[in-house]
């Protein structure tokens, strides 16, 4: 079976790249489509010769972006030549969805990264399964870093988070190689973020977070879908306060972190 795969993201984040690793071994790919860019263009030639169709949905699958109905309509012209089609590691969030592309997704396999996206798929009776997302299933070997109490993302450091905190080091997903950026986080004792996937590598790491709310419900999903209380903050100037809070309660939440990362531990693999 020939395997040709939508949206591929590896060269947009150290993160995304582990997602398209797993995603290219886990459906033996044969070729890929960039992704990341508004008008998707692939070759007519491999696309006629594919009979699996694959869909990163990272990225894409919410607020009516272009781009998403795109993917959509190659699954429906998937189906059209009679390929086996599947949406995987996706997000579903404030999208419209036509008679057409409800068909489309009927007729796929979908997996989504969150319970959220999960019941908006219900709601246009669609099915879809629950999966971490693929970036977590990449082994990270152990290497020795330096032993730091807080690490910001890079992206909240240059935007004024950092006034409220001193002694704090940093992480880059857009420069740094996911391995290292776990590795620094598996020798921090807490860290702030608002990337999805800076997030995950938290989670790999097992190192406490407060994530930021993002463009979509997909970080504070992550808790709804364990049923673990944990706090996240819709706004930078909320952070502080939750810091303080978990510091005040930091045995109690320290708990809650521990039970997320075990129930992460447990889930299957897409």
């Keep these: 079976m020939k395997t040709l795969l939508f949206n591929n993201t590896s060269g947009y984040h150290s993160g995304c790249g582990k997602v398209i690793e797993y995603l290219t071994d886990r459906y ?12 998707i263009k692939y070759d007519p030639e491999l696309f006629a010769q594919a009979d699996h169709i694959v869909i990163n949905g990272e990225g894409t ?7 998403a109905y795109q993917l959509l309509d190659i699954l429906s012209l998937a189906q059209e030549q009679g390929k086996k ?13 036509s008679k057409k592309h409800i068909n489309a997704l009927q007729q796929s396999y979908i997996s989504v990264r969150e319970v959220m996206s999960h019941h908006f798929l219900n709601d246009y009776n669609i099915d879809s399964d629950i999966h971490l997302d693929c970036s977590y299933w990449i082994d990270v070997p152990e290497e020795s870093k330096p032993k730091q109490d807080l690490v910001i993302g890079v992206n909240y450091a240059n935007s004024g988070i950092s006034d409220a905190f001193s002694d704090y080091g940093t992480v880059n997903i857009f420069k740094e190689d996911w391995n290292h950026i776990v590795n620094t986080l598996r020798n921090a004792k807490f860290f ?14 097992r190192c406490p977070f407060i994530a930021v709310e993002g463009n979509t419900w997909k970080n504070q999903a992550l808790f709804k ?15 502080s306060d939750c810091f303080i809070e978990i510091k005040t309660y930091w045995k109690e939440y320290q708990q809650s972190y521990s039970k997320l990362f075990d129930w992460m531990e447990q889930q299957p693999k897409l």
């Design 28 to 39: 033996n790919i044969d070729h890929t489509v960039r992704g990341n860019i508004d008008r």
């Design 61 to 67: 699958m919410h607020s009516d972006r272009s781009v």
């Design 85 to 97: 089609t599947s949406l995987v590691n996706s997000v579903f969030q404030r999208m419209n969805l």
């Design 192 to 205: 702030i973020t608002s990337r999805h996937h800076e997030m995950y590598a938290a989670c790999k790491a």
């Design 225 to 239: 879908t364990s049923g673990i209380h944990i706090p996240y903050v819709k706004s930078l100037d909320q952070v």
